[in-house]
């Protein structure tokens, strides 16, 4: 199932940029430590300082460590559960690494899941998470042996939208709603143009005379 929704992120994610650099093994060590820490106490809530140290001034948005302390921080809020969370690689460039995070609800807490899309840029030798931005959302409960991923591509018609059970939310006939519409305008506009023109009726009667000039008397 997990390969599945893998594969779902990748096609929500777009296509992946050009690789600049790979990932060592001290790199996905920190990336995953300092992901952890960031979901376990900036996510959840529990202790927003510290998440404080893996944090990029981009998401920071200039606020100080005592505000941030305050919990009221520009971070998606969810009750994730589990302090060990795994992630999978979007992309990677010189400059960023994107992966998708895939948080499920903690016991008793009746929520859907949600697939995030989390970006973390290197910083004098660290990590640091810029950017976390949810994508999708995963029913808890499954159908079969699939899950059930919304996102905002179900709600765009045709075929390519993929609804529960591959059934797109919004029919392809609604892309064609505003063309008939307009057919419709011009449809009634034409009636109009012809009726009124076979109603049309010259006058009847000939024509005044011409003047007659004053040397013709």
Do not use: C
Request: glycine share 10%; hydrophobic share 45%.
């Amino acid at each position: 199932m997990l390969v599945v929704l893998a594969t779902v992120a990748l096609s929500l994610a777009g296509p992946a940029g050009a690789s600049g650099r790979r990932l060592t093994a001290a790199d996905r060590k920190t990336i995953s430590a300092n992901i952890n820490t960031f979901v376990n106490h900036a996510v959840k809530r529990l202790n927003p300082t510290a998440a404080y140290r893996v944090v990029a001034p981009e998401l920071l948005s200039g606020m100080t460590r005592k505000q941030w302390a305050k919990g009221s921080i520009p971070v998606y809020p969810y009750p994730a559960r589990g302090v060990a969370h795994g992630w999978t690689i979007l992309y990677v460039t010189r400059d960023e690494v994107a992966v998708n995070l895939i948080l499920r609800p903690k016991p008793g807490v009746k929520m859907r899941g949600i697939l995030f899309n989390l970006y973390l840029r290197p910083a004098h030798g660290k990590w640091l998470i810029d950017s976390f931005m949810p994508a999708a959302t995963i029913n808890t409960e499954l159908f079969g042996n699939a899950a059930r991923v919304t996102s905002v591509r179900d709600f765009m018609p045709g075929v390519q939208s993929g609804g529960p059970h591959g059934k797109p939310l919004v029919s392809s006939a609604v892309a064609y709603i505003p063309f008939g519409v307009l057919a419709l305008v011009l449809l009634v506009l034409a009636g109009a143009l012809t009726f009124g023109a076979l109603r049309y009726r010259p006058r009847g009667g000939s024509l005044p005379p011409f003047p007659t000039s004053r040397r013709a008397k």
